[in-house]
């Protein structure tokens, strides 16, 4: 690990509980002007789950104690009831459609994450993955924290134990296989990230406004190399928030992801020739293996500061 990764591990590295929710509200309260807060879900299908995380929000984090001035729930086209769950616990709901409606909207988590800059307009903007089991309202105020006490720090990821069942440590497969050798080869001053494929992280309405976003899976990965190149490793941070608990996908939905991330990296790293945008996965049927090929996400939306409809609602 290169020597300014170990100084930036003890530097910009904390727990959750290095900034209680009082020292938190007090420096809300002393900045000048107070920053706002706000809070994005993006969900698809997650009425299990859900309704549980905005409450815990609304509860601890808006009524108890006014650290969240915003909690949207941006909704990716669910066949469930994961809009109606989401209002009822107390969520603003967001249809992805309904943002930018001039621009048809692509499949994809990043899509959604992009879009809700225009949703939302809080200084600092949380984003908290709907599917989370066992919340903790230590997954935003942990990641929050930093951006109201340290005014050098602009991105902050969680980092957290992810149990695979029962056996602890064994989650992030993409992150151990694709993601970590990526960023350790290629881009060794994030090799410090726990979680840096995490969907837990919080920075200022001012980077993200300026980040180009992957629309797919790759958005992860995307936006902490971006931000890195463009505010510098010591305005990045990450803060212990316990453990996570979710819903984990199959060894073939992580091949899609894994290629998704892979594709990601590499048009950072050369805007020249690129590998061919598909993956072939296999599947056994009744006559033996049958080949199933899947378009790999490749397109980005571009900064939202250059979206006119955007500039236009900040100009105002």
């Not at 603003?92 to 800059?117: N, Q, T, Y």
């Not at 005014?151 to 990821?157: G, L, Y």
């Not at 790293?269 to 199933?292: A, I, N, Y």
């Not at 500061?305 to 100009?315: D, F, K, Q, T, V």
Request: charged share 25%; aromatic share 6%; net charge negative.
């Amino acid at each position: 690990m290169l020597e300014e990764v170990e100084r930036w591990l003890a530097r910009r590295s904390w727990s959750a509980a290095d900034r209680p929710l009082d020292l938190l509200l007090s420096a809300k309260r002393a900045a000048r002007p107070a920053p706002t807060v706000s809070v994005v879900l993006p969900a698809l299908n997650e009425e299990e789950t859900v309704g549980g995380i905005v409450s815990v929000i609304r509860r601890e984090l808006m009524e108890a104690a006014p650290l969240v001035d915003e909690l949207v729930v941006v909704d990716s086209g669910s066949t469930d009831r994961t809009a109606e769950a989401a209002a009822a616990a107390g969520a603003r709901v967001v249809h992805r459609d309904a943002i930018l409606p001039r621009i048809p909207a692509l499949p994809g988590k990043g899509e959604v994450l992009w879009r809700s800059l225009l949703a939302t307009s809080g200084d600092i903007v949380c984003f908290v993955d709907a599917d989370l089991r066992d919340f903790s309202a230590d997954f935003v105020s942990g990641i929050v924290g930093p951006l109201l006490t340290e005014p050098d720090v602009q991105f902050v990821k969680a980092m957290y134990d992810r149990p695979l069942g029962e056996t602890r440590g064994q989650g992030g497969r993409v992150t151990e296989l694709v993601a970590r050798p990526l960023l350790n080869l290629h881009w060794p001053q994030l090799a410090g990230f726990v979680q840096p494929l995490g969907g837990e992280y919080a920075a200022r309405r001012s980077l993200l406004e300026r980040l180009p976003f992957p629309v797919g899976y790759g958005v992860e990965l995307g936006l902490l190399v971006d931000a890195l190149h463009t505010v510098g490793l010591d305005a990045l941070a990450q803060v212990d928030v316990g453990e996570r608990k979710h819903r984990h996908q199959d060894g073939q939905a992580l091949g899609r992801m894994a290629a998704a991330i892979y594709r990601t990296a590499q048009l950072r790293l050369s805007r020249g020739h690129l590998v061919r945008p598909s993956l072939t996965q296999f599947e056994r049927g009744e006559s033996g293996f049958t080949p199933r090929t899947y378009a790999v996400d490749t397109e980005e939306r571009p900064p939202m500061r250059e979206i006119g409809e955007y500039a236009a609602r900040h100009a105002a």
